[in-house]
C-alpha cells in the first residue's frame, strides 16, 4: 500500500496505541517513533495521584501491549530527542539533532504542555506536573514535609494533586479562578459538589480568585490573592491548563488552530494524521470540534488515526469519557458537560458523595456523571451514544432504580 | 487464552465491559467479575481492547 515507513512524533498515549495498531492491523514496514523525553512511554494518570503519595513506584507507569510484550512491536526509538520542523512536500520530519526523517505515513501525536505562571521561574518550590519526571520532582518535594502546599487551578491535575498531598497529611489551599473546580469538565452545579469533597478532606479552598503574586527571596514563601488574601507556603503545584504542542508545525502548511486542526477523520494532510491532546477534529455525533485532553481519547484516537492511515478512513466520533480519582471517590464523566446544560441527579446521594447524574441539552441526553457508580455510568453511556431523549433517559433511570 | 485480573490494581472503571461485555461485567455492587476465563478466540480483539482500556492496566491475556 505505498506505506513502508511510517513516523510517529510523541511517544506518549496516543502515539503508543497508533504504534499498537499499525501493527495489529498488519503494518509490516518501519515504525519510527520519536520522543522528547528520554523514557519509554508510560501512563500518565497515576503521576497526580500514586506516584506522587510514593504508593506506585514511577516504573511500574510504564505502558503494556495488550499481548506479549512492548518489544515485540518492532519499534525504532527515537528517544530523547524532538521534532523540530516537518516538511510536508518532501515528506520529512526534522530533528533537533539534524536527523531528517522520510515518511510515507506520518502519525501526529506531540501532546500539550502545562502552562507556566508567569514571574516564577527564578523561584525554587514552583512545579507544574506533566511527565514523570515533573512527578518525581514533586513527590520529592512533598516527602520533605512542606507545612503548607498551594494548588493553582482546581481542574484535574490541581484537583487530583490536592487529594494526593491531603492524603500524606501536609495542610493544602487549592486556588482556583472559576467559581468551582472542574468547571469545564462538569459544569457549575457538579463542581461545586466537587469543592464539598474538598473541604470534606479539609482543603483550604479559594474559588473565583487569581494569583496576584508568588514570593519569595529564591524560593517560594507567601502566595498573594486578588482577593487581598496571603498565605504563606513553601510548594506551589500550578495546574493551569495546557497548551498543545505544535510550535515545531508552525509555517508547515498544516492547518494550525488550539491544536492540529484535522478533518472527521483525523486526517490533517494526506498521509498525515493527528491524534490525542494535540489534535483538533470535529466530532459528528455533537457536531462540535474538540480538542480532547482525555486519557480514554487519547488511546482511541490514536487507533483511529492509525487506521485512517491505513486506508480505513472513517468518521472519529467518540462519546469523551474520563475519570479522575480524588481521596476514595471516582468521578466520570461519559460525554459532554456545558454550563447551561440541565443537571439532575437520578441514582443514589449527592450528600454521600456516592450519585449518579444526567446533563440533558436540546431535549437530549448528552453527559453521565458519577461519583463512585461506576457500574451505573458504563450502563447508562449508552443513553449518550444512542442519542436518547432527556425523557427516555430519565424514564431508563427510574426503571433501573426501582 | 485466559484472562488474568490484577485484583489488586482493578478499580472496576468498567471500561473493560464496555469493550468485551460478553467477558466481563460491573455489576451494581461496583465489583468485576469475569464471566469467562478462557473466552473463544473470536473474543480476541474485544478482550484486547479491553486490555488496552483498561485505567489501571490490570488486565493480561495469557496465551
Same mark, same amino acid.
Given at each position: ?12 498515549? $496516543?502515539?503508543?496505541? +497508533? ?18 523525553? +528520554? ?21 511500574? @507507569? +510504564? ?7 512492548? =518489544?515485540?512491536?518492532? &519499534?525504532?526509538?527515537?528517544?530523547? !530527542?524532538?521534532?523540530?520542523? &516537518?516538511?510536508?512536500?518532501?515528506? @520529512?520530519?526534522? &530533528? ?9 505515513g506520518l502519525v501526529i501525536a506531540t ?16 512545579? @507544574? ?30 484537583? !487530583? ?63 498573594? &490573592? ?23 508545525? !508552525? ?13 472527521? @477523520?483525523?486526517? $490533517?494532510?494526506?498521509?498525515v494524521v493527528a491524534a490525542g491532546d ?17 486519557? =480514554?481519547? +487519547? ?17 472519529? $466520533? ?9 481521596? =476514595? ?7 459532554? $458537560? ?46 449518550? !451514544? ?12 427510574a426503571e433501573t432504580a426501582a | 487464552m ?62
Amino acid at each position: 500500500m505505498g506505506l513502508d515507513r511510517i513516523v510517529i512524533v510523541g511517544a506518549s498515549l $496516543a502515539g503508543f496505541r +497508533a504504534a499498537e495498531e499499525l501493527r495489529t492491523r498488519g503494518h509490516a514496514g518501519t515504525i519510527t517513533v520519536v520522543g522528547d523525553e +528520554a523514557h519509554r512511554p508510560y501512563d500518565r494518570p497515576p503521576l497526580s495521584k500514586q506516584v506522587l503519595t510514593g504508593v506506585k513506584p514511577p516504573e511500574s @507507569t +510504564a505502558l503494556h501491549v495488550a499481548s506479549g510484550s512492548v =518489544d515485540d512491536l518492532g &519499534l525504532d526509538w527515537r528517544l530523547g !530527542e524532538s521534532a523540530t520542523g &516537518l516538511d510536508l512536500a518532501h515528506r @520529512t520530519v526534522l &530533528l533537533g539533532g539534524g536527523e531528517r526523517l522520510g515518511y510515507d505515513g506520518l502519525v501526529i501525536a506531540t501532546g500539550a504542555s502545562p502552562r507556566r505562571l508567569p514571574g516564577t521561574d527564578h523561584l525554587d518550590g514552583v512545579h @507544574t506536573l506533566r511527565s514523570l519526571d515533573d512527578s518525581i520532582a514533586i513527590r520529592s518535594a512533598l516527602a520533605a514535609g512542606p507545612r503548607r502546599v498551594a494548588v493553582v487551578g482546581a481542574g484535574f491535575i490541581g484537583a !487530583e494533586v490536592a487529594a494526593s498531598t491531603r492524603s500524606l497529611g501536609i495542610d493544602v489551599s487549592l486556588i482556583e479562578a472559576l467559581p468551582v473546580p472542574l468547571e469545564r469538565g462538569l459544569g457549575p452545579q457538579m463542581g461545586a459538589v466537587v469543592a464539598d469533597l474538598h473541604r470534606d478532606h479539609g482543603v483550604d479552598v479559594h474559588l473565583g480568585v487569581g494569583v496576584v503574586l508568588i514570593d519569595g527571596s529564591d524560593r517560594v514563601e507567601r502566595i498573594r &490573592l486578588t482577593d487581598g488574601s496571603v498565605l504563606d507556603v513553601d510548594l506551589v503545584v500550578v495546574g493551569i491548563g495546557v497548551s498543545p504542542n505544535t510550535e515545531w508545525l !508552525e509555517g508547515s502548511g498544516l492547518t494550525l488552530d488550539n491544536g492540529v486542526v484535522c478533518d472527521a @477523520t483525523c486526517l $490533517a494532510a494526506p498521509g498525515v494524521v493527528a491524534a490525542g491532546d494535540v489534535a483538533r477534529w470535529p466530532n459528528e455525533r455533537f457536531g462540535e470540534v474538540m480538542r480532547v485532553e482525555h486519557w =480514554d481519547n +487519547a488511546i482511541e484516537m490514536g487507533g483511529h488515526a492509525a487506521r485512517t492511515l491505513l486506508g480505513q478512513a472513517e468518521a472519529y $466520533a467518540p462519546v469523551p469519557w474520563f475519570w479522575s480519582d480524588q481521596y =476514595d471517590r471516582k468521578i466520570q464523566l461519559a460525554g459532554r $458537560a456545558a454550563a447551561d446544560d440541565i443537571v439532575e441527579v437520578v441514582s443514589g446521594s449527592v450528600e454521600e458523595r456516592r450519585f449518579v447524574a444526567f446533563y440533558g441539552r436540546a431535549g437530549r441526553i448528552v453527559g453521565v456523571l458519577g461519583m463512585s457508580q461506576p457500574a451505573k455510568v458504563m450502563r447508562w453511556r449508552s443513553l449518550v !451514544e444512542d442519542g436518547a431523549s432527556w425523557d427516555d433517559a430519565l424514564a431508563t433511570a427510574a426503571e433501573t432504580a426501582a | 487464552m485466559r484472562v488474568v485480573v490484577d485484583y489488586d490494581l482493578c478499580e472496576s472503571n468498567a471500561l473493560c465491559m464496555a469493550a468485551a461485555p460478553e467477558v466481563f461485567e460491573v455489576r451494581d455492587d461496583d465489583f468485576l467479575y469475569v464471566l469467562q476465563d478462557e473466552p473463544p478466540e473470536a473474543q480476541r480483539a474485544a478482550v484486547e481492547e479491553a486490555v488496552r482500556r483498561c485505567p489501571k492496566q490490570a488486565i493480561t491475556i495469557e496465551g
